[in-house]
Nanobody, 122 residues
Framework: VQLQAFGGGLVQAGESLTLACAGSGSIFRINTMAWYRQAPGKGRGLVAEITKSGRPTYADSVKGRFTISRDDAKNTVYLQMDSLEPEDTAVYFC?????????????????WGQGTLVTVSS
């Protein structure tokens, strides 16, 4: 299973950006999909996640500004980021809870994307 993240870049405060993360490979089933971020000098933290049934959860710092969504037909999770702030500057990572058809005995595991940099200037 491989994850490829897209959409990072440099924007000004108040602007919007949409990230996408597409899964590929021998995917049997994807359950929860999530976005994490890691700011310079800080640990990685959860930004938002969405269950298979479509229920989202957000970190307090992004509630009302970010929207997570998924397209199961494309094995893709999105993160719409509005009203961006300099504090949102970080490397954003996607993660999916997945069952791989090539390793069925492994059961569900978390696959990670390579990260995409979002920089918000003031």
């Amino acid at each position: 299973v491989q994850l490829q993240a897209f959409g990072g870049g440099l924007v000004q405060a108040g602007e919007s950006l949409t990230l996408a993360c597409a899964g590929s490979g021998s995917i049997f089933r994807i359950n929860t999909m999530a976005w994490y971020r890691q700011a310079p000098g800080k640990g990685r933290g959860l930004v938002a996640e969405i269950t298979k049934s479509g229920r989202p959860t957000y970190a307090d710092s992004v509630k009302g500004r970010f929207t997570i969504s998924r397209d199961d037909a494309k094995n893709t999770v999105y993160l719409q980021m509005d009203s961006l702030e300099p504090e949102d500057t970080a490397v954003y990572f996607c993660s999916i809870a997945v069952i791989d058809t090539s390793t069925p005995k492994r059961g569900e595991f978390d696959a990670w994307g390579q990260g995409t940099l979002v920089t918000v200037s003031s």
